[in-house]
């Protein structure tokens, strides 16, 4: 029956109030040697056999959980006497209700049974440590830590999942520093049998108190040890972020990405930024262009606005015109097509160029001499004087655009004049 009661425990997400532990139960013979002075005790011959009865109930399978049912009832109906049976018995309903995940009734005949400290040394020490994680499910984290030191001493044993679990208990009560200490206990007992969660919970501490260059250590021993999990790739990218080392923090990224562990759209984003801050827009250009195509990132006006600026940034002219283009029938935006149609006269594809200047101009803009000056060269280099001649003089009009106007009205009827075009 003990590998039963050992065995049992699930740990899980549970919103009902915790219990407060008993201070008897935990007023115990903690010493080792007081330990060692414990006698074994056997369960009387009636409430033995009543025991045996509920067991081979518990034992008959039943999908609907009608067999922890029917050993419950008949664990319930036993009237013992001798103190023993009465805490064997109660510790066997404590166990039931575990397996029933009715925390609420477990610890509390748990206690019973740990309160006259008559249990034997295995039943004693197992009832301590499923009390410590059935209180973590009912989120009675003090009361689980209490469990846990009190199996710790009565037993003097150390165990890297007990450690993990009272790390765990420190930070939902938000005593984030007592998480290191216990998380490091973790990692040192597994050993070689490297665990993730110690080095998780530790971040997590550190974190929280925006301790932001211990996370980085953190991280860093993390992916060494455990090179596969790309999320500590990502958070250990972000987090030299956070302290501005932006070369490791793309290098890193980098690497992550190299090794197939960027597959979400931040993610993307992220390493886009980052060779377009080192400077290297036509990586970030080629990167954007993939993942929008591929639908990771969305084709939208912001996601285009990054694609067009980076081409612009890598003097890929005639891409960043056909980007800038997209996004200005998307948003009908007479900045966008301002933009393209600049680029497009940049790219020597004048026609194309006047098209968009002047949608831009149609839809409204501040800098429209600029535009029409832009419009009148593009004329220019097609060899149509006339319409060069037109906008030049609208650009006059401008402010802003008249001193740059005034030397391409000549310039334009010289050129005319010397190929005997008229204006």
């Known amino acids: 029956m003990n590998k039963i009661f050992i065995s049992i425990l699930i740990i899980g997400s549970v919103t009902i109030a915790h219990l407060p532990l008993s201070p008897v139960a935990y007023a115990i013979g903690a010493e080792q040697s007081e330990r060692q002075e414990r006698k074994t005790q056997l369960v009387g011959p009636s409430v033995g056999k009543k025991v045996a009865k509920a067991f081979e109930a518990y034992g008959v399978e039943a999908e609907d959980g009608s067999n922890i049912d029917n050993a419950l009832t008949l664990l319930l109906e036993i009237n013992a ?3 023993y049976d009465i805490a064997f018995l109660d510790r066997f309903i404590g166990v039931m209700y575990a ?16 309160a006259p400290d008559i249990l034997n040394e295995k039943e004693h020490a197992d009832s301590l440590k499923l009390v410590g994680d059935l209180q973590m499910q009912v989120q009675g984290y003090k009361e689980a830590l209490i469990a846990y030191d009190a199996w710790m001493k009565f037993t003097g044993e150390t165990d890297g999942n007990v450690w993990i679990k009272i790390a765990q208990a420190n930070l939902e009560l938000k005593q984030y520093a007592k998480v290191i200490p216990a998380a490091d206990n973790a990692i040192a007992v597994f050993g070689d049998n490297k665990n993730q969660n110690p080095h998780v919970l530790k971040l997590n501490s550190y974190y929280e108190r925006k301790m932001f260059k211990e996370c980085v250590d953190v991280l860093e021993t993390a992916v060494q040890l455990f ?3 790309k999320l500590f790739w990502t958070q250990l990218a972000s987090f030299y972020a956070m302290v501005e080392d932006y070369p490791k923090s793309l290098q890193t990224l980098d690497l992550a990405y190299k090794q197939g562990y960027l597959d979400k759209e931040n993610e993307i984003k992220m390493l886009a930024n980052l060779y377009a801050q080192s400077r290297i827009p036509h990586k970030a250009a080629v990167l954007m262009e993939k993942y929008i195509d591929s639908g990771v990132v969305p084709r939208d006006d912001k996601n285009l606005f990054t ?8 003097q890929h002219i005639g891409k960043a015109a056909a980007y800038y283009g997209e996004l200005a029938k998307m948003t009908n935006l007479s900045k966008h097509y301002s933009k393209q149609g600049m680029l497009l006269n940049q790219d020597e594809q004048f026609a194309k160029a006047i098209v968009a200047l002047k949608k831009a101009i149609e839809i409204g803009v501040s800098n429209e001499g600029r535009l029409n000056q832009s419009i009148a060269e593009s004329y220019f280099y ?7 001649s037109v906008y030049v003089q609208k650009a006059l009009k401008d402010p802003k655009s008249r001193r740059t106007a005034k030397g391409w009205v000549t310039y334009i009827k010289d050129t005319a004049a010397r190929k005997n075009a008229s204006i």
């Open 81 to 83: 006497k001798k103190d």
């Open 382 to 388: 097609l060899e149509n004087y006339k319409q060069a």
């Open 99 to 114: 397996q029933k995940s009715d925390e609420k009734n477990a610890i509390i005949y748990l206690n019973k049974a740990l």
């Open 307 to 314: 694609l067009a600026n980076s081409w612009h940034a890598a």
């Open 227 to 229: 090179p596969e999990v």
